[in-house]
C-alpha cells in the first residue's frame, strides 16, 4: 500500500516537474533531443530481434543508434533480453550514458561502451555488442581475425584486441562497466569497424543501424569459417585490395539481407 503511495506521488512530483521549467531544469537528468525519426527506432526494435534470431546475441548483448536529432544523444533499449525489445524498451542517453528520462528503467551495465565510441568516432552512426561465441577464441589467442570471404571484407584491416586489464588492472569483472572502460575501448577501436575484446566479446560499427548489423552477423559467419579453414590448412585470407574493393560493393547490399533478416526475426512473436 505504502509503496503504491510512493509511486503515485512520483508520478506527480515528476508532471508537476515536466509542466514547471526551472524545476525540470533544476532537477530532471540531460535534456532529451525530442523524439527519434519512427523509423529509426522501428530499425533499432528490428535490430535487437535480428541479431538474437541470427545468434549474435543471446540474453545478453546490445545495440544502439546515435540519435537523428542530436549526434550528442544514443538511443538503446533498457537492461532486457534484446530478443524482446520493442519501441517501448528504448530509451534516450547522453553520451556519459545518463539516461534523458529513466521513468525507473534500468540502463544496461556496459552503456559507457556506446557513448564512448560515439564521442571518438563521428562516422559511427550505431553500435552492437555481443559475446557472439565464435569469435571469442580470436581474442583469446594470438590468431587474427581476419576476411576468409567476401561478406567479411570490412575486416580486411584487421580487428584490434581490447586488452581490459591494460585499462583496468587486474582485477574487473571483464565488464564496460564506466565511463573511463569505455573510453579505453573507444581508443583501441581506432578507426576499425570492429574491436575484439580478450575474455568477453566483440563490438562492431558502422554507419547506420543496417550496417551495424550487417558487420555484427558476418563478424560472427567469418570467425566461425575462419576457424573451420584453420583446421584444414594454410588458409588465403582476401588481400587488402580486395577487401576493400568487395567492402564498396557490399555496404550498397546491406538492405537485402536486412529485409530477410527483418521479416524473419518479427514474424513469429
Ligand atoms: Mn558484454
Known sequence: MSAIGRRNFCGCACAAALLTPGLAGAQAGPASAGPADPA???DLVAAN?????????DGFGHVSARHDKDPNRF??????????????DIMEFDLDG???????RAAYLERFIHGEIYRLRPDVGSVVHSH???VI?????????????????????????????????????????TRELGHALAVALEDHPVILMRGHGSTVVGPSVRHAVFRAVYTEVNARLESEALRLGDVTFLNEQEAAKAMVTNAGLVNRPWELWRKKAMEGR
Do not use: N, W
Not at 530481434?49 to 546475441?57: C, S
Not at 538511443?75 to 517501448?88: D, F, I
Not at 545518463?98 to 525507473?104: A, K, V, Y
Open 40 to 42: 529509426l527506432v522501428e
Open 49 to 57: 530481434r535480428i541479431l538474437f534470431d541470427q545468434g549474435v546475441v
Open 75 to 88: 538511443l538503446l533499449s533498457r537492461s532486457m533480453a534484446p530478443g524482446l525489445v520493442t519501441a517501448a
Open 98 to 104: 545518463t539516461p534523458t528520462d529513466p521513468q525507473g
Open 132 to 134: 557472439s561465441p565464435a
Open 137 to 177: 577464441p580470436f581474442g583469446v589467442s594470438h590468431v587474427p581475425l581476419k576476411p576468409v570471404y567476401h561478406m567479411s571484407s570490412f575486416l580486411g584491416a584487421g580487428a584490434p584486441v581490447f586488452e581490459i586489464r591494460d585499462a583496468g588492472g587486474p582485477t574487473t569483472d571483464m565488464l564496460i562497466r
